[in-house]
C-alpha cells in the first residue's frame, strides 16, 4: 500500500509569497493530521480533519495559516503570506478510526523562506 | 492531554537490548501508548502501541506497568541503523485523537 505522499519535498520562496503544501492520505484512513517540526519546537501539531471537517485548528499559529479537506484523498495547508519563521518541515499524518489505529506519517514537506 | 519525559539522548552498542522509558504521570483512562522512531529526513514511524502490560511485535517490545504511569519502549540486539530519535506519546485513540510529541530520545548506536 500507498504512504501518506506529500509534496513537495522541498520547497524555497521568499517571504511575502503563498505557500501550499499538499498531502494524500493512505487511502480509507479518514482521519488526517498537520504537524510542522523544528529544531527549537520539535513536533507540533497544527490542525487535524476526521472525515474531511477540520476539527481542531488550535495549534495552528496565526491568521496566515489555513488548510484544506476538500475531500478524503487530498488536503492542503496554505501559508499566506510566508514568513522566515515558517520555515520548517512539515509533515501530514492520516489514520483510521477505531481504537489501536496508529497515525502514520508522509516524508514531509521541508520548508525553506527566504 | 498527558504529558511525556524521556530521557534526551541513550548511547549502546550494537548487540545490545536498550530500554527506553518514559514517564506519562497523568495519564487517562483511556489513552493509548504509542512509541514512533525518526530518521533524518524522513517522518516518524509507527513501532508499538499498548494500553496494558506487555506488547510484542517483530520490532519491539513495551512493557506497561498496572499504574501505567510509565512505559519501557524495548529494543532487542540493535544494529546501526536503529540509530534514530524514539518519541512516547499519550492520548486518546479514537475520533478525538490528540497527540503530543515530547522531545524524543535520541539513540546512538555505535560500533
Known amino acids: 500500500d500507498a504512504g501518506v505522499i506529500q509534496s513537495p519535498r522541498h520547497e524555497v520562496t521568499e517571504m511575502g509569497q503563498e505557500v501550499t503544501l499538499r498531502c494524500k492520505p493512505i487511502s480509507g484512513h479518514n482521519s488526517l493530521f498537520w504537524y510542522r517540526q523544528t529544531m527549537m519546537r520539535g513536533l507540533e501539531l497544527l490542525i487535524y480533519f476526521n472525515n474531511n471537517v477540520p476539527i481542531d485548528d488550535s495549534g495552528m499559529p496565526e491568521d496566515r495559516f489555513s488548510a484544506k479537506m476538500p475531500n478524503a484523498s487530498f488536503s492542503t495547508l496554505k501559508i499566506q503570506p510566508s514568513e522566515p519563521r515558517d520555515s520548517a518541515v512539515y509533515f501530514c499524518a492520516s489514520r483510521r478510526t477505531g481504537v489501536g489505529q496508529p497515525q502514520h506519517f508522509g516524508d514531509g514537506t521541508r520548508l525553506s523562506i527566504l | 492531554l498527558a504529558k511525556t519525559t524521556q530521557p534526551i539522548s541513550m548511547d549502546s552498542y550494537e548487540g545490545q537490548e536498550v530500554n527506553i522509558t518514559c514517564s506519562h504521570n497523568n495519564i487517562a483512562t483511556n489513552d493509548y501508548i504509542t512509541w514512533y522512531q525518526q530518521f533524518p529526513s524522513q517522518g516518524p514511524r509507527f513501532i508499538i502501541q499498548?494500553?496494558?502490560t506487555k506488547v510484542t511485535n517483530e520490532v519491539a517490545s513495551l512493557f506497561i506497568p498496572a499504574d501505567r504511569k510509565s512505559s519501557t519502549l524495548s529494543l532487542p540486539r540493535v544494529s546501526l541503523s536503529d540509530t534514530a530519535v524514539y518519541y512516547c506519546l499519550v492520548g486518546l485513540n479514537n475520533a478525538g485523537n490528540m497527540l503530543t510529541f515530547g522531545g524524543g530520545t535520541r539513540l546512538m548506536v555505535k560500533p
Open positions: 499498548g494500553y496494558k
